[in-house]
T-cell receptor, first 110, second 115 residues
Framework: DAKTTQPNSMESNEEEPVHLPCNHSTISGTDYIHWYRQLPSQGPEYVIHGLTSNVNNRMASLAIAEDRKSSTLILHRATLRDAAVYYCILRTSGTYKYIFGTGTRLKVLA | GAGVSQSPRYKVAKRGQDVALRCDPISGHVSLFWYQQALGQGPEFLTYFQNEAQLDKSGLPSDRFFAERPEGSVSTLKIQRTQQEDSAVYLC?????????????FGPGTRLTVL
């Protein structure tokens, strides 16, 4: 299974944009890039996913590099409620297993 | 509620006791997953059900772990003769489709502490 590399932790000021990077240099053509986040004492929550093109939804944007070896989750205006561990996960098309890493712990400063 | 629910939320067991953890998936979701999350780590896959069929149990760490979903809805994860290394948060997730390739929706987890 292809792996991802994320920074252990990041900090952001409230109401500023946050760019969370993820490296996945061994990604294959059928791997989708998924992002989940886990708030304290909760289960992981789906954020966004994509294959090749950039994606936007109400929670965030996903920017995927042209060679697909890296991606960035963008929170446009961080709030205190966005403080969580963010996981970047690759999932091969047609498979069901998520292989989580240790994620990035995002701290949002008031 | 519309989400995945799990009970109990917290469980303390003495070493050697058996425990049973319950998961109520989102109504109509065909696929159900169990994960184990150790402190400071990401969740790790344990097992996968499609309706009542357990199609993948490759992640179960030992034969002390057993999961069932007899009617294709509620699922129970049972751990026999608990050991301290079983202490973790046990997460349940469900997804709509047959192949389990849809987005997975997670419950809040059960925190198991084995003394």
């Amino acid at each position: 299974d292809a792996k991802t590399t994320q920074p252990n932790s990041m900090e952001s000021n409230e109401e500023e944009p946050v760019h969370l990077p993820c490296n996945h240099s061994t990604i294959s053509g059928t791997d989708y890039i998924h992002w989940y986040r886990q708030l304290p004492s909760q289960g992981p929550e789906y954020v966004i996913h994509g294959l090749t093109s950039n994606v936007n939804n109400r929670m965030a944007s996903l920017a995927i590099a042209e060679d697909r070896k890296s991606s960035t989750l963008i929170l446009h205006r961080a709030t205190l409620r966005d403080a969580a561990v963010y996981y970047c996960i690759l999932r091969t098309s047609g498979t069901y297993k998520y292989i989580f890493g240790t994620g990035t712990r995002l701290k949002v400063l008031a | 509620g519309a989400g995945v629910s799990q009970s109990p939320r917290y469980k303390v067991a003495k070493r050697g006791q058996d425990v049973a953890l319950r998961c109520d998936p989102i109504s109509g979701h065909v696929s159900l997953f169990w994960y184990q999350q150790a402190l400071g780590q990401g969740p790790e896959f344990l097992t996968y059900f499609q309706n009542e069929a357990q199609l993948d149990k490759s992640g179960l760490p030992s034969d002390r772990f057993f999961a069932e979903r007899p009617e294709g809805s509620v699922s129970t994860l049972k751990i026999q003769r608990t050991q301290q290394e079983d202490s973790a948060v046990y997460l349940c997730a469900s997804s709509l489709g047959l192949a389990g390739t849809d987005t997975q929706y997670f419950g809040p987890g059960t925190r198991l502490t084995v003394l």
